[in-house]
């Protein structure tokens, strides 16, 4: 199955990168597309388990879905989680 996640904080390739670098890292997750410019991420997952493994793991990164409560601690885990991504281009 496929899915598009509209996420918050997304903000820059260093956001990109830490979100397809650990969401690839997932089972059953395969094909992950971040799009920038519409606050993104398009990916493949097998159960509906997997989908809830993924939204959880962008939530813990501080990229929370469009919808979730997007509290000062999850922004503050962005900033860090892009901080990593831009290191590791």
Request: hydrophobic share 35%; glycine share 6%.
């Amino acid at each position: 199955m496929k899915t598009t996640l509209v996420i918050q904080n997304l903000k820059c390739g260093g956001c990109a990168n830490t979100v397809t670098t650990r969401l690839s890292k997932l089972e059953n997750i395969s094909e992950v597309i971040v799009n920038n410019d519409e606050d993104s991420v398009t990916f493949n997952y097998t159960s509906d388990e997997d989908l809830e493994k993924a939204i959880h793991l962008l939530s813990d990164l501080g990229y929370p879905v469009d919808g979730e409560a997007n509290t000062l601690s999850k922004k503050a885990k962005s900033f860090v989680s892009c901080a990593i991504g831009r290191m590791n281009k």
